[in-house]
């Protein structure tokens, strides 16, 4: 049983009140600035709109929360491997998990844990709610928020299962993966669940995706709504990363071929125009609205990350936890990173003789960066990925070129054949998603022993410290783990 369980029943809260706690509102329909609703009852939580929607203002505003997807998540993924050098040996910053020495005790890796099945609770309330409340609301609002929350679960178990459980990869999924929750949590009842296997929860993932793609509009009114509120587009996109952690590089391609055109210059073909920005540094710079962030998680000063989760202050002179690893197994000592390379030059600098560190997030605080969750980089690599593994060579270095050249317009790739192109297309993902927490996971989903820097090894997949352990939290209060 997860301490959000837990607490409800020592606590006695309503559940949709609950489902409301740290939720948001906003005339604009973004969730920018927090508002408590916590004296929303369940009698009243769907009685207008506006009630409706800060109720999915608040599950958005649930899972980019500092301690998940909108901090710590992303900065244990990508200081797990080679990438970064500890700074500081702070123990409050990762650095156990730096050194790969992660304990299920630790109460920072129990936060990502609880911090998604709190969403994920918040969720199933929510959608109990829509449906038991079905006559008080527009059809086609109820329809678009069903989807809407149904991605979000998607992307928190997605989350989850990478870190929690062992990559599908190695063996089918048939290893334990996550307890499984889709209904609505208000006592202590359901307390013993076992874990699903991670193929049960992929599927899961899966399904409520198809479900959210089917509900979700195709666009909406303005660049801001576009990026930071789901829409087909998005739905689709997550499909391609999953389905790529799974191994099925045709679903991938098929996925992919709905919001990628077959040919260069590449853009979506339908709904959202997604494409690449020509200047990779405005993607990361205000307004953080362009048709390249397809999920942007949106950050003000009334609801920062919070202290010691922010992007800025791990990578950049916020407090410069981290440094990039300069020598040796690190991407920015790879030859192949060219120093022309825009994303080499004008998104890492050098902070006096404390070390090179990125540039994609501000080190001002309070830290009010958008959190990228999803750009259209991404999904290019994502299909170049599949291309190469099943389908066509010449289409996976095209997209593989488009990505590159965008930041470094002279480098020359050659002729390259399956295996070097797989290799030169997970090297640009080290290069293009860097500091954006996508290195372990990669190394993950293709059963690869990571090349830990803090722990100075290679950890091993048959390794107890390749994957997070259940936190102990978890463990004491639900038995049937």
Same mark, same amino acid.
């Given at each position: 049983?997860?301490?959000?369980?837990?607490?409800?029943?020592?606590?006695?809260?309503?559940?949709?009140?609950?489902?409301?706690?740290?939720?948001?509102?906003?005339?604009?329909?973004?969730?920018?600035?927090?508002?408590?609703?916590?004296?929303?009852?369940?009698?009243?939580?769907?009685?207008?709109?506006?009630?409706?929607?800060?109720?999915?203002?608040?599950?958005?505003?649930?899972?980019?929360?500092?301690?998940?997807?909108?901090?710590?998540?992303?900065?244990?993924?990508?200081?797990?491997?080679?990438?970064?050098?500890?700074?500081?040996?702070?123990?409050?910053?990762?650095?156990?998990?730096?050194?790969?020495?992660?304990?299920?005790?630790?109460?920072?890796?129990?936060?990502?844990?609880?911090?998604?099945?709190?969403?994920?609770?918040?969720?199933?309330?929510?959608?109990?709610?829509?449906?038991?409340?079905?006559?008080?609301?527009?059809?086609?609002?109820?329809?678009?928020?069903?989807?809407?929350?149904?991605?979000?679960?998607?992307?928190?178990?997605?989350?989850?299962?990478?870190?929690?459980?062992?990559?599908?990869? /190695?063996?089918?999924?048939?290893?334990?993966?996550?307890?499984?929750?889709?209904?609505?949590?208000?006592?202590?009842?359901?307390?013993?669940?076992?874990?699903?296997?991670?193929?049960?929860?992929?599927?899961?993932?899966?399904?409520?995706?198809?479900?959210?793609?089917?509900?979700?509009?195709?666009?909406?009114?303005?660049?801001?709504?576009?990026?930071?509120?789901?829409?087909?587009?998005?739905?689709?996109?997550?499909?391609?990363?999953?389905?790529?952690?799974?191994?099925?590089?045709? &679903?991938?391609?098929?996925?992919?071929?709905?919001?990628?055109?077959?040919?260069?210059?590449?853009?979506?073909?339908?709904?959202?125009?997604?494409?690449?920005?020509?200047?990779?540094?405005?993607?990361?710079?205000?307004?953080?609205?362009?048709?390249?962030?397809?999920?942007?998680?949106?950050?003000?000063?009334?609801?920062?990350?919070?202290?010691?989760?922010?992007?800025?202050?791990?990578?950049?002179?916020?407090?410069?936890?981290?440094?990039?690893?300069?020598?040796?197994?690190?991407?920015?000592?790879?030859?192949?990173?060219?120093?022309?390379?825009?994303?080499?030059?004008?998104?890492?600098?050098?902070?006096?003789?404390?070390?090179?560190?990125?540039?994609?997030?501000? &080190?001002?605080?309070?830290?009010?960066?958008?959190?990228?969750?999803?750009?259209?980089?991404?999904?290019?690599?994502?299909?170049?990925?599949?291309?190469?593994?099943?389908?066509? /060579?010449?289409?996976?270095?095209?997209?593989?070129?488009?990505?590159?050249?965008?930041?470094?317009?002279?480098?020359?790739?050659?002729?390259?054949?399956?295996?070097?192109?797989?290799?030169?297309?997970?090297?640009?993902?080290?290069?293009?998603?860097?500091?954006?927490?996508?290195?372990?996971?990669?190394?993950?989903?293709?059963?690869?022993?990571?090349?830990?820097? &803090?722990? &100075?090894?290679?950890?091993?997949?048959?390794?107890?410290?390749?994957?997070?352990?259940?936190?102990?939290?978890?463990?004491?209060?639900?038995?049937?783990?």
């Amino acid at each position: 049983m997860n301490s959000l369980i837990k607490d409800i029943s020592r606590t006695k809260i309503s559940a949709l009140a609950l489902a409301l706690l740290m939720s948001v509102s906003s005339c604009n329909d973004s969730f920018l600035e927090a508002v408590p609703e916590t004296d929303l009852s369940d009698v009243s939580a769907f009685d207008t709109p506006a009630r409706v929607l800060s109720q999915v203002n608040g599950i958005y505003g649930s899972v980019k929360n500092g301690n998940f997807l909108g901090g710590r998540y992303l900065v244990y993924n990508d200081i797990r491997a080679e990438e970064f050098v500890n700074r500081t040996t702070n123990s409050v910053t990762g650095y156990s998990v730096y050194q790969g020495n992660q304990d299920p005790a630790d109460t920072y890796v129990a936060a990502f844990w609880n911090q998604g099945y709190l969403s994920i609770n918040r969720i199933n309330l929510f959608l109990e709610g829509l449906t038991a409340n079905s006559s008080k609301i527009d059809a086609t609002l109820a329809t678009q928020y069903a989807g809407e929350v149904k991605f979000i679960r998607a992307l928190t178990y997605f989350s989850l299962v990478q870190i929690f459980a062992k990559p599908y990869a /190695l063996d089918n999924g048939a290893s334990p993966g996550l307890p499984l929750r889709l209904t609505g949590e208000i006592s202590g009842a359901n307390a013993q669940l076992k874990r699903s296997t991670v193929a049960q929860v992929y599927d899961q993932i899966l399904k409520d995706l198809n479900e959210a793609e089917a509900g979700l509009p195709d666009t909406y009114a303005t660049p801001l709504l576009r990026t930071t509120r789901a829409h087909k587009n998005t739905a689709i996109a997550l499909k391609t990363r999953v389905l790529l952690a799974k191994g099925d590089y045709a &679903g991938v391609i098929t996925e992919g071929n709905k919001i990628v055109s077959a040919t260069a210059p590449f853009k979506s073909p339908n709904r959202v125009a997604h494409e690449l920005q020509a200047d990779v540094v405005s993607v990361f710079r205000t307004p953080y609205t362009s048709n390249e962030s397809i999920l942007s998680f949106p950050m003000a000063d009334t609801n920062a990350p919070g202290t010691q989760n922010q992007l800025g202050y791990y990578f950049n002179f916020g407090n410069l936890e981290y440094v990039l690893n300069t020598a040796g197994s690190g991407i920015y000592a790879n030859t192949k990173w060219s120093e022309t390379d825009d994303r080499r030059a004008k998104l890492t600098a050098q902070y006096t003789t404390l070390g090179r560190h990125p540039l994609k997030f501000s &080190g001002v605080s309070p830290f009010t960066d958008y959190v990228p969750s999803i750009r259209y980089a991404e999904i290019l690599l994502n299909v170049a990925e599949a291309e190469a593994e099943t389908g066509s /060579l010449v289409r996976a270095q095209a997209l593989l070129e488009a990505v590159r050249l965008r930041s470094d317009a002279t480098y020359k790739f050659g002729t390259l054949d399956k295996a070097g192109l797989i290799e030169a297309i997970l090297l640009e993902r080290r290069i293009e998603l860097l500091a954006e927490g996508f290195r372990t996971n990669d190394i993950l989903r293709r059963g690869q022993p990571i090349n830990s820097f &803090g722990a &100075g090894a290679l950890i091993q997949p048959t390794s107890d410290r390749y994957f997070f352990g259940i936190p102990l939290t978890e463990q004491q209060t639900n038995p049937g783990l």
